[in-house]
């Protein structure tokens, strides 16, 4: 978040998470020489989507034919549509190396698409063979992406990275104990799923930075009062700290699902079976979409509630936004991503039906844990809603089968990122040690809970969950709730703990009165 622009978390991600952690993911990692990488002395970079095949790119086409005469592979690209599209591959940052994505050709047999260690350049320049070209320039994360193409470049041996889902004995045999090239091709590039969760991080950490930019921005701006001659803090409005407040309930609901991931990826690698890593994978994807689109959201919202000056650079909003959208994009577009696991779902997911009760009174809408059961009850019908639009669906048509489910569909996935946001945030109040942080975490954990339940209350009231007396009440509950939060907005920025020299830098973060010195060119 100290590079607003998100240039430096890019790139860190690739070379670090992708190239790095791809190379360590695979046989051989010890007896490769790592240090000009780790050293930093050449970049890495991931080479996998092509122009033609991006969320499709288990059928991307450029390939690495195994060459019998010397052991080696022949990588090449067959035509303009086979180009690597938006890899930082340009001589930008000095002599780089990939690993790239290619289908592995034995005997003329294809084998699957498998990663391939490949030098790109050195300090000459780019090596024979390889062509790269810039993209134009776009929003967001200033890095040097670019079309890139392989014209018959000679790699050795070693340059396959090999594992159990596949490798070629001293004969040039192929032997995998994976019988389906599409799942070589997931584990080949596994790190991607550890790359949503890089995405998650990034979109978290720049939600945290707009959010303490903006609430102390409004502690400091000074607007009319309501008295002659008064002058009062903008957070003062429920308006303005209404909507900041709200931000700041999804902030931590993201952090925490963030966390919560993270330990269970964490707890699988050390020893989870298959089925539970593929549960843990989908559900990385779906975190990893619904913080992404919060954070697009709450960070457009900081931006505008500092108003003009929210759109200075020296401010550390207006960036946040744009480079935002490169999160949602990247390691596999949200809505894909929400339709796989929609379709899986559908048929592998059964969420808990708790026995249905009686709604109660108002008061039963304080407590965190029915809303969250309510929420739950929101996910079982949507995802009912799916099955049965499924079920009438045409059976000779699939694609059409499948759009008359889509959107039931995707709205259990949106309901289900949400109740597993709520659960981390449960168990985050649940640890609290200090009984005025768990207090003040709860009404915050109720503030996102209520936000939620909003747009299903129809459901519920007509499944008998709520009451039409609770229905009416909910607007009144969340607006005592912002007003009771509105006190606290401040100790609640403190918990995101950004660096003091990070906050020092930001004008909007210490002064109501902005100096000109701070937009101030040397030129002027």
């Given amino acids: 978040m100290v590079d607003g622009g998100g240039g430096l978390c890019t790139v860190a991600s690739i070379h670090y998470n992708l190239f790095l952690g791809s190379l360590l993911d695979h046989e051989g990692a010890e007896r490769r020489d790592l240090s000009d990488f780790t050293t930093l002395r050449r970049t890495g970079t991931f080479l996998c989507t092509e122009l ?87 929003t967001g994360a200033p890095v040097d992406h670019c079309l890139t193409a392989f014209d018959r470049v000679l790699l050795p041996r070693d340059a396959l990275l090999e594992s159990e889902h596949g490798r070629l004995d001293a004969d040039g045999r192929f032997h995998s104990g994976l019988g389906n090239r599409r799942k070589r091709f997931l584990q080949s590039i596994g790190r991607v799923t550890m790359g949503k969760l890089c995405m998650s991080g990034a979109a978290v950490g720049a939600t945290r930075a707009a959010l303490s930019i903006a609430v102390r921005y409004g502690d400091h701006r000074q607007v009319s009062g309501p008295r002659a001659g008064e002058r009062i803090p903008v957070n003062a409005h429920r308006s303005h700290h209404g909507r900041l407040l709200k931000g700041l309930a999804s902030a931590y609901a993201m952090t925490f699902l963030h966390r919560s991931v993270l330990a269970r990826w964490a707890a699988v690698h050390a020893g989870g079976d298959a089925g539970e890593r593929a549960d843990t994978e989908r559900l990385i994807a779906i975190a990893k979409s619904w913080i992404t689109w919060q954070a697009r959201d709450i960070t457009i919202e900081c931006r505008e509630r500092c108003g003009a000056q929210g759109l200075f650079a020296a401010n550390g ?118 009984p005025g942080a768990r207090e003040l975490l709860a009404r915050l954990c109720r503030l996102f809970l209520l936000q939620q339940l909003g747009e299903h209350t129809g459901d519920l009231l007509a499944d008998g969950q709520l009451s039409a007396e609770q229905v009416r009440a909910l607007p009144q509950l969340l607006d005592e709730l912002l007003r009771d939060l509105a006190p606290h907005m401040t100790d609640l920025i403190e918990g995101f703990d950004l660096p003091t020299a990070y906050l020092e830098g930001i004008p909007l973060a210490n002064s109501g009165r902005v100096s000109l010195a701070d937009y101030t060119t040397e030129a002027e």
């Fill in 52 to 138: 033609d095949h991006g969320n499709d790119a288990s059928a991307l086409e450029t390939t690495a034919e195994l060459d019998p005469a010397t052991g080696g592979f022949v990588l090449n690209t067959p035509h303009p549509g086979a180009q690597k599209f938006m890899p930082n591959t340009s001589m930008t940052g000095g002599p780089k190396s990939a690993v790239v994505a290619a289908r592995l050709m034995v005997d003329g047999r294809d084998e699957g698409v498998f990663l391939f260690l490949t030098p790109l350049s050195d300090e000459r320049g780019l090596l024979p063979g390889v062509r790269v070209r810039r993209l134009p320039l776009r």
């Fill in 317 to 434: 909003l207006s960036e946040f936004p744009q480079y935002v959208e490169g999160t949602i994009t990247a390691e596999g577009d949200n809505l894909v991503i929400w339709v796989k696991a929609a379709a899986e779902m559908l048929f592998e997911h059964q969420p808990p039906r708790a026995t249905p009760e009686p709604p109660g009174d108002v008061e039963r809408l304080t407590d965190p844990r029915h809303l969250r059961g309510l929420l739950a009850r929101a996910e079982a019908a949507w995802q009912d809603r799916a099955r049965a639009a499924l079920r009438r669906g045409p059976s000779g048509d699939p694609v059409e089968r499948w759009n008359g489910a889509s959107s039931a569909a995707l709205e259990m996935v949106s309901v289900h990122a949400r109740l597993q946001a709520a659960d981390a945030f449960l168990d985050a109040v649940a640890r609290a040690t200090d």
